[in-house]
């Protein structure tokens, strides 16, 4: 493992394990929500997230936590592991509110400067519908992986602590 993805829904913890593997593994860790947003959540345009993507991709090891569907494939040809957190969506909303308490008014540390955490009704009906949607996208693309490539898909917190405690 010297190229790992991590994919699923906002809330599932991607950025909490990607610094706990990043730890463990020493290997760098890239925030796609650092790198994508500008500051007062305005988005990079297609044409600089896939310069990002492809610069990141050309190291001898990282590890890339966030989604963005639109350039998914750049990191998924290039990593050697997919970690999807497939996480129940009534998780995520309550990780997604304790962010939001925790963080409200302050950029949190994952994230692009200047994009202060908030409350967003679309953001949580987005994250609700994740399941019926972004999901099954997911599983459905992690399906055709060349079997080359390691795909690991955690459910809850005591299989993502074994993974971890497993390296």
């Not at 099954?136 to 399906?143: A, F, K």
Request: charged share 30%; net charge positive; with cysteine.
């Amino acid at each position: 493992m010297k190229k790992i993805i991590l994919i699923g829904s906002s809330g599932a913890g991607k950025s909490t394990l990607s610094l706990k593997l990043g730890e463990k593994l020493d290997i760098e860790v890239f925030h796609l929500d650092k790198l994508l947003w500008k500051p007062n959540w305005e988005m990079t345009d297609r044409e600089y997230q896939n310069e990002i993507q492809n610069n990141l991709i050309m190291k001898p090891s990282w590890i890339i936590d966030g989604n963005y569907g639109g350039t998914l494939d750049i990191r998924m040809k290039a990593a050697d592991t997919i970690i999807f957190l497939d996480r129940n969506r009534f998780v995520c909303i309550y990780q997604i509110l304790k962010r939001v308490k925790k963080y409200n008014g302050i950029t949190r540390p994952d994230m692009q400067n200047n994009c202060p955490e908030k409350f967003d009704l679309s953001f949580l009906k987005w994250v609700w519908n994740f399941p019926n949607k972004q999901r099954i996208d997911i599983l459905r693309i992690l399906q055709t992986v060349p079997k080359t490539k390691k795909v690991i898909v955690l459910k809850n917190k005591k299989q993502i602590q074994l993974f971890l405690d497993e390296l």
